[in-house]
């Protein structure tokens, strides 16, 4: 992309807002990189693949709960929005296979926290 | 939307019945024929704290709280059959947060600038360019009352507009990214998180000076830091929103990245200014302040990194939101970064004249494992402490600066009983002694000998001339110093002076820590009438002090014994007494 101008902006805003796929997203800031992000990232997307699900993996910034981190945030089609915390291999496992394909929350795991 | 209904129990004492109440619960939901159609769900935190069963009932959102198991039936009733809330059992929830530093935190990827934009970003810029002109820019600052967020609290409006009103040919802009405060990581968080925000803010702020070049100034520990900075700066010019003709006006803006080796002095704006210089980072006399005669001479505006981001939204929902933010004299949020003892530390952003207990108990839920909270820090090794007796205190500016303490940059350390105040104050002090630049004598001679004195307090030789001395230097400290490092190096000194003087006489007079923390002034005993001879304490022992095997029980050492407290940790029957 060149030089954008204030038209762009509202267009590539347009671009990338709505839609209603299904999405993972896992922090990756500091806290959530030493915490072992990468690893639930990479078993994330392997098991998205796995499973061949439509699904979106994605990255982001620290929400603020450092202690929880990992921490995954996912939404789903007709799911309530829950953030997943100190989650592991095996948890990102669970998730992918229970609450993403099997539409179930997985127990012991949640942290219902509400920030705005 | 199929029901989904989340139990957690948040008792902070005995044991977690969640388990027991799933079943219950499970029970109720079997007997309606419900198990397959309603997802009940263990959370680990429900957003409530040491309030009993608490139920949250979705997508209705009903939370109940110290529900007991008598009152699960008339929930599945009226709430999961029906969709009504269980009259006179509902509670009130609204977040303390309130997002706008870190609106895009953990929302936006922070390495694609097409998430930024998505949310809105570069349009307050594009406003700006296309409405405002530069004195239109610092009017609207001032109107928003945004004061700047590194910890004196400066309005940033004003010091836009002195900047922009003193002559020069050239003006600067600085994002200062040297947070040191120990404990406190809001900056990293908004730098790694949302870098382009801070970006747009200095942008705008470049445009209302009159600047056409930035700096960031970002410690060097911070390396993910830099890496998003740089990242979002590269995809800035790639669009043609850095470098000339930004987003098609006439406005050129070019930004650099300066890295701090690691001086905590150098967030201190003239050290700073040095430093990006290319010199040693010792600070200068003020005045001239640096929007008069900055960097390489030349009017030069400093601005904080949480400051910087709070600028895009106040130019895109306007200045009249912000201002209604807050209160009368702090206006907008506070990020906080709350840790220490506190069970969940992390980030939180409240709003101005939010109470301390709120973000304490509220959203940090405590201290761990039924430990009673003793007081906060706040401000770093300028600020102070704040007892829990005064927790009804709201965080302002103003607020915090009489009760001893400061905002400073937003580190808020929660301490429990077993901190020892004089430890703290040794600690903070001891920070500050480590990071004086040693230019001036008050603070390089003022601050050894102070910590000289806590040290001879802490190690039960201190007399009660030593509290008179300490305060005596403290005061010359914050006359004589030259910059603000050692100007506040004394206060945790004062403030836990003053709030705790019946600990530091217990240290002087008594000789004795009243938080068993001090090394010098306690001692680890095994009560034989309470031992159950478990070996546990000699298995723990790191130096070999505990003597004896399970038949005869055990003994410490005191010529061995380091004080390190595992055997008091360990003990189960609690036979290891200390004093």
């Given at each position: 992309m060149a030089q954008l101008t204030r038209s762009d902006l509202e267009k590539i805003k347009a671009k990338h807002t709505g839609g209603n796929r299904s999405w993972i997203k896992v922090g990756f800031s500091t806290c959530g990189i030493a915490a072992g992000a990468q690893d639930v990232y990479d078993a994330l997307v392997e098991e998205v693949r796995k499973h061949n699900v439509d699904v979106e993996v994605k990255k982001c910034g620290c929400v603020g709960m450092c202690s929880a981190e990992p921490l995954v945030e996912v939404c789903v089609k007709d799911m309530p929005r829950v953030f997943y915390g100190k989650v592991d291999k095996e948890t990102a496992i669970r998730i992918v296979e229970k609450?993403?394909?099997?539409?179930m929350l997985v127990n012991d795991r949640i942290y219902d926290l509400k920030f705005n | 939307m199929g029901k989904t209904v989340f139990i957690k129990d948040?008792?902070?004492?005995?044991?977690?019945?969640t388990r027991d109440f799933y079943g219950i619960f499970l029970g109720v939901l079997r007997e309606k024929g419900l198990e397959n159609s309603v997802q009940l769900v263990r959370v680990v935190?429900?957003?409530?704290?040491?309030?009993g069963m608490v139920v949250r009932v979705l997508p209705e959102n009903y939370l109940y709280s110290n529900v007991q198991e008598s009152e699960v039936a008339a929930i599945v009733l009226e709430?999961?059959?029906?969709?009504?809330p269980v009259q006179g059992k509902l509670v009130a929830q609204s977040s303390k947060q309130m997002r706008i530093?870190?609106?895009n935190c953990g929302v936006i990827?922070?390495?694609?600038?097409e998430d930024y934009i998505a949310q809105d970003g570069y349009q307050a810029l594009a406003k700006v360019l296309a409405e405002y002109n530069p004195e239109k820019v610092a009017q609207e600052m001032k109107a928003a009352g945004l004061r700047g967020r590194?910890?004196?609290?400066?309005p940033t409006g004003i010091k836009w507009d002195i900047t922009r009103k003193a002559a020069g040919d050239q003006k600067y802009i600085v994002c200062?990214?040297?947070?040191?405060?120990?404990?406190?990581?809001m900056d990293r968080s908004v730098l790694e998180g949302d870098p382009h925000s801070v970006i747009e803010g200095m942008i705008i702020g470049g445009y209302a000076i009159g600047a056409s070049k930035g700096y960031f100034y970002i410690r060097a520990e911070y390396p993910l830091a830099i890496e998003r900075i740089e990242n979002a700066i590269k995809q800035c010019y790639a669009n043609g929103i850095?470098?000339?003709?930004i987003l098609g006006a006439s406005f050129c803006f070019d930004v650099e990245i300066r890295l701090g080796?690691?001086?905590?002095?150098?967030?201190e704006e003239t050290a700073l200014i040095a430093s990006i210089e290319g010199k040693r980072g010792y600070p200068s006399p003020r005045p001239p302040f640096p929007s008069i005669k900055g960097l390489w001479g030349k009017p030069t505006c400093i601005n904080n990194v949480e400051t910087l981001a709070n600028v895009p939204v106040i130019f895109l929902k306007g200045p009249a939101w912000f201002a209604g933010i807050g209160t009368e004299t702090s206006k907008g949020t506070k990020v906080f970064a709350v840790t220490g003892?506190?069970?969940?530390s992390g980030l939180v952003e409240v709003p101005m004249g939010t109470r301390i207990d709120d973000i304490v108990y509220?959203?940090?839920?405590?201290?761990?494992?039924?430990k009673t909270v003793k007081a906060i820090q706040t401000g770093g090794p300028s600020g102070g402490v704040i007892p829990k007796?005064?927790?009804d205190t709201s965080v302002d500016y103003e607020s915090l600066q009489k009760m001893g303490s400061i905002m400073g940059s937003g580190g808020m350390i929660v301490m429990d009983e077993d901190d020892c105040m004089v430890d703290i104050a040794k600690f903070y002090l001891r920070f500050c002694v480590d990071e004086s630049?040693?230019?001036?004598?008050p603070c390089r001679i003022g601050g050894t000998q102070m910590l000289n004195l806590l040290e001879k307090i802490s190690d039960g030789r201190?007399?009660?001339?030593d509290l008179e001395q300490l305060q005596q230097i403290s005061l010359a400290m914050q006359k004589a110093?030259?910059?603000?490092l050692g100007q506040t190096a004394p206060n945790p000194v004062l403030s836990t002076l003053h709030y705790y003087w019946k600990e530091y006489n217990a240290h002087v007079n008594?000789?004795?820590c009243p938080a068993c923390k001090c090394a010098k002034l306690v001692q680890y005993l095994i009560l034989d009438d309470k031992?159950?001879?478990?070996g546990m304490c000699f298995k723990a022992c790191p130096v070999g002090a505990i003597s004896g095997n399970r038949e005869k029980g055990y003994v410490i050492d005191q010529g061995k014994?380091?004080?390190?407290?595992q055997c008091f940790e360990v003990c189960k029957p609690k036979a290891v007494g200390r004093g």
């Open positions: 609450h993403v394909c099997g539409k | 948040t008792a902070i004492t005995g044991k977690d019945k935190d429900i957003g409530l704290y040491d309030q709430s999961v059959v029906g969709n009504k530093v870190l609106r990827d922070p390495e694609r600038i590194g910890g004196a609290g400066f200062n990214g040297d947070e040191g405060d120990p404990g406190a990581y850095l470098g000339k003709n080796a690691g001086a905590f002095v150098c967030g003892k506190v069970k969940n509220g959203i940090g839920g405590g201290a761990f494992g039924g007796e005064f927790f630049c040693g230019k001036c004598a201190g007399v009660k001339k110093s030259l910059c603000g008594e000789k004795k031992c159950v001879k478990c014994c380091i004080r390190c407290g």
